[in-house]
């Protein structure tokens, strides 16, 4: 599976961004789709994650803040950025996990990431 990231871009405090992800093929089950993002000199953190069931996680940092949803039938996931800081500021990659049965993760796929700028 090949995950191409769009959307990011250099944007002013308070704005709005909205990131992409397609697969290169439709996903099957079961899989969780996540973004995750890594600042200049930081470890790679996890912001947010939806199963293919529709439940999502958040970042404590992006709760309230940032919308993940994804369109199966697409093998798409986004990511609704909004009130945006300087310290979202990362590369953000776009990641798809397949999980067996059992909840083990046997497959993993990255992006190669897009950069998101934040400054005044």
């Known amino acids: 599976v090949q995950l191409v990231e769009s959307g990011g871009g250099v944007v002013q405090p308070g704005d709005s961004l909205r990131l992409s992800c397609a697969a290169s093929?439709?996903?099957?089950?079961?899989?969780?789709m996540y973004w995750y993002r890594q600042a200049p000199g930081k470890q790679r953190e996890l912001v947010a994650e939806?199963?293919?069931?529709?439940?999502?996680y958040y970042a404590e940092s992006v709760k309230g803040r940032f919308t993940i949803s994804r369109d199966n039938a697409e093998a798409t996931v986004h990511l609704q950025m909004n009130s945006l800081k300087p310290e979202d500021t990362a590369v953000y990659y776009c990641n798809v996990k397949y999980y067996t049965e059992y909840d083990v993760p046997f497959a993993d796929y990255w992006g190669q990431g897009i950069q998101v700028t934040v400054s005044s």
């Open positions: 093929e439709r996903l099957f089950s079961i899989n969780t």
């Open positions: 939806i199963t293919d069931g529709g439940s999502t």
